[in-house]
C-alpha cells in the first residue's frame, strides 16, 4: 500500500485519506476516488489529494475485518457488518465470556495495523452486549498479514459465550440468636437478583443453626435432592478450614477445595463439592447486590464453567474491584485531619435478659464479652476510650484490667441508656471531633468496623453521624459528631442515638457492610450459646 499526495489526474482507483468538500462535490474519508470524483475534484481547482493505493496482495479494511471477524467468531456470538475497517462482535445469549487469551495476545502481536479489543475473559454477559471489535488501521493490509493474523487462531474461535444453563440453587442460612430475621430475607432477595439473568431457580431455602451437625445433615439431604449448585450464607465469615461451614461439608461427606480468594470484597469464599455438586461458602459481602467474589463463582458455574483451586489462584489480577466503602477508607491517607474521634462504650446495663449473671462478663473466646468491645476502641486508635459503668461497677472495671480505657459511673443507670450516653459525652475532651458509641454487648465488632466509620467522618466532615448499614438497616456503633453533642443531653430512657440520627436526617452517612457484626449482639444466654458453638469470629 503506498500512502502520500496524488495528482488528482492519477487518483482514479486510489482511496481518499481525508475529507475534502470543494465546490459541489464533497469527497469523504475512505472514499474509493472514481474517474467521475477526479474531473469533478479537477473542476474544482483541487490538484492533489493525499491517498492510497493498494498494492496488488492488499485487501481492503472491511474485507481484512470481516475475514478476521468470523474467524475469531464463536458460539454464543454475532458479527455485524464492516464499517470502516471495524467489526462488532455481540453475545447472542446471556451467559459467560471465554477469551482465549493467549490466541488474543498472539494476534494482537502479528502487525500494528491489525487489532483486537475484547472485553475480560469470564465476564458476564447479556445478549445483546459488544464484547468484541476487530479494527483494521490502515485502509488495507497485505494478504499476507491476514494470513499471520489468522493462523495466530491456532484453535479457531477465540470469543465465545459460555450459556448459562437451567440451574436450580439450594441456600443454606446458618443462624445466629443475635442475627435479624430481615437480614436473612433480603439476603435470599439478593440472591434470586443474581439467579435472575440465568433463568435460575432458588429450589430451597434451609435455615439451621450455626452449628457443625445441623449443617452438614442440611448439605447431605440437598446434595441428594435436585439442587445442582449449594450455597451457604454464614451468619459468621469462614475463617478457617476448622470453622463451622468447612467443618460441617467434611462431616457430611464432601470436600473444600479451597478457602480464601485474591478478590476484594469477597476474600473468605469457600469452594467445595459433595456428591458431585458445587458448594459455596459465600464471603458476607455476597448478602450485597454490589460485585465481589461470589458473582464471579457463582456465574461461572451457572454457565456450567468449573471452579477449582488453580482458577481462583489466578483472580487476583483485577481481582481489586473496587474502593469499598466496609474497609478503612480511602486506602490513602486523608488529606486534612479533623481533629480527634474518641470512644464511648455503653457498659452500665443490667443485664436483664441474661438471668442472674451480668451478659457483659461471661466469657467468650477467652476474655469477658466486654473486654472484646474496649479492646476493638483502642485497637482502632480512638482517643480518649471511655467505658460508662453502672450495674456491678467494680466487676466491670475488674474485667478490664491493663487496658487503657477511662471509667464515667452513671448512678441513674437503671433509667435507661439515655442517660449513660449524657455521661459518656459529658466526659468527653473539648478537642474531640467526634465519638463512636459501641455497645459492650457486640463483641463481634471489630477494629475493621470502627475504622471505616471514622475515615468516612474524616473525608465528609460535615456529617453529624456516620452509622453502618447491612442491607439497608442500621446497625452499630456509631459515630457522632461533636456537633450532635449538646442535644444528647435532651435524649431520655432508653431510646440512645436514634432520635439524633431522625433528626440528622441527610446529614447522616451510611456506610454498607457485609458483616453480621453490626447487628449481632449478646442479650440472652441462647444468643450467648451460639456464639460460642458457632466460633463467631
Not at 121 to 147: C, D, H, S
Not at 363 to 390: N, W
Not at 475 to 503: I, S
Request: aromatic share 2%.
Amino acid at each position: 500500500m503506498k500512502f502520500g499526495t496524488v495528482p488528482v489526474g492519477e487518483a482514479v482507483g486510489c482511496v481518499a485519506v481525508h475529507s475534502i468538500r470543494a465546490g459541489s462535490i464533497s469527497l469523504r474519508k475512505g472514499a474509493v476516488v472514481t474517474s467521475e470524483i477526479a474531473d469533478r475534484l479537477a473542476e474544482a481547482g483541487v490538484s492533489e489529494i493525499v491517498a492510497v493505493r493498494l498494492d496488488p496482495d492488499d485487501i481492503d479494511e472491511n474485507t481484512a475485518a470481516e475475514r478476521l471477524a468470523r474467524r475469531l467468531e464463536g458460539c454464543g456470538i454475532r458479527a455485524e457488518k464492516p464499517f470502516t475497517g471495524r467489526v462488532n462482535l455481540f453475545a447472542e445469549t446471556a451467559g459467560v465470556l471465554q477469551i482465549d487469551v493467549a490466541a488474543i495476545d498472539a494476534f494482537n502481536a502479528v502487525d500494528e495495523a491489525i487489532t483486537v479489543a475484547t472485553l475480560p475473559a469470564l465476564k458476564a454477559v447479556v445478549a445483546g452486549e459488544l464484547v468484541a471489535t476487530v479494527k483494521i488501521i490502515p485502509y488495507a493490509v497485505p494478504e499476507g498479514q491476514i494470513e499471520a493474523a489468522l493462523a495466530a487462531l491456532k484453535r479457531g474461535a477465540a470469543v465465545s459465550v459460555a450459556a448459562y444453563r437451567p440451574s436450580k440453587v439450594a441456600v443454606i442460612s446458618t443462624l445466629l440468636a443475635g442475627l435479624k430475621p430481615s437480614v436473612v430475607e433480603k439476603t435470599l432477595r439478593v440472591m434470586q437478583e443474581r439467579l435472575a439473568p440465568a433463568d435460575a431457580a432458588l429450589c430451597a431455602d434451609i435455615r439451621v443453626p450455626h452449628e457443625a451437625a445441623p449443617l452438614a445433615a442440611a448439605l447431605a439431604e440437598q446434595a441428594a435432592g435436585e439442587a445442582d449448585i449449594i450455597v451457604v450464607f454464614g451468619a459468621s465469615a469462614i475463617t478457617d478450614r476448622r470453622d463451622v461451614i468447612p467443618q460441617a461439608l467434611v462431616e457430611a461427606g464432601g470436600t473444600v477445595s479451597h478457602l480464601g480468594m485474591p478478590v476484594d470484597p469477597g476474600n473468605l469464599l469457600m469452594l467445595g463439592e459433595l456428591s458431585g455438586k458445587p458448594v459455596i461458602g459465600a464471603p458476607g459481602c455476597a448478602r450485597s447486590p454490589r460485585e465481589n467474589s461470589f458473582d464471579w463463582v457463582l456465574q461461572r458455574h451457572l454457565a456450567g464453567i468449573p471452579v477449582g483451586r488453580s482458577d481462583v489462584q489466578r483472580m487476583g489480577v483485577g481481582g481489586l474491584l473496587m474502593e469499598i466503602v466496609s474497609r478503612p477508607q480511602p486506602r490513602t491517607p486523608a488529606e486534612a485531619p479533623v481533629g480527634a474521634v474518641a470512644g464511648i462504650v455503653l457498659a452500665a446495663g443490667r443485664s436483664t435478659r441474661m438471668g442472674p449473671s451480668n451478659k457483659l462478663l461471661e466469657p467468650l473466646r477467652g476474655k469477658p464479652i466486654l473486654r472484646h468491645a474496649v479492646e476493638a476502641q483502642l485497637s482502632a486508635g480512638l482517643d480518649p476510650v471511655i467505658v460508662v459503668t453502672g450495674h456491678q461497677r467494680e466487676q466491670v472495671e475488674d474485667a478490664l484490667a491493663g487496658l487503657t480505657a477511662i471509667f464515667v459511673h452513671n448512678p441513674d443507670y437503671a433509667a435507661g441508656l439515655a442517660g449513660s450516653l449524657r455521661a459518656g459525652i459529658a466526659a468527653l475532651p473539648g478537642e474531640a471531633a467526634a465519638t463512636v458509641v459501641s455497645l459492650g454487648d457486640m463483641p463481634n465488632v471489630t477494629a475493621e468496623v470502627i475504622l471505616p466509620l471514622v475515615e468516612t467522618f474524616r473525608s465528609q466532615p460535615e456529617a453529624r453521624a456516620v452509622v453502618p448499614t447491612l442491607l439497608g438497616n442500621r446497625g452499630n456503633p456509631v459515630l457522632l459528631a461533636r456537633e450532635l453533642f449538646p442535644a444528647v443531653a435532651l435524649l431520655t430512657g432508653d431510646r440512645g442515638a436514634r432520635r439524633l440520627l431522625e433528626e440528622a436526617g441527610e446529614r447522616v452517612i451510611e456506610v454498607p457492610f457485609d458483616d453480621p457484626a453490626i447487628a449481632i449482639d449478646v442479650d440472652t444466654p441462647e444468643a450467648l450459646k451460639a456464639l460460642k458453638d458457632g466460633r463467631a469470629p
